[in-house]
């Protein structure tokens, strides 16, 4: 696997492929990334986070009890 971030120029892109990519099938996938996440401190990306999710309400699972023989019943 060989992955590059770059901030183009121009519409036209040239890359410069790992020999052991000659002859071989090459998928690329370009996609736009909104921040750099190796820019983003670790307090940065829990704020993030916590941002994200901030739209979904929050559910408690304090009485949540799991009965796996009940899960298990197909019949």
């Not at 971030?5 to 909104?34: D, H």
């Not at 820019?39 to 309400?57: A, C, L, Q, V």
Request: charged residues 30%.
């Amino acid at each position: 696997m060989f992955t590059k971030t770059i901030v183009p120029k121009t519409a036209s892109v040239t890359i410069q492929l790992p020999e052991n990519f000659i002859g071989e099938q090459v998928r690329v996938i370009a996609t736009v990334e909104k921040r750099g996440a190796e820019s983003m401190g670790f307090t940065e990306k829990i704020r993030d986070i916590k941002k994200r999710y901030s739209i979904y309400p929050r559910v408690d699972l304090g009485s949540f009890t799991f009965n796996r023989d009940e899960a298990n019943d197909f019949d």
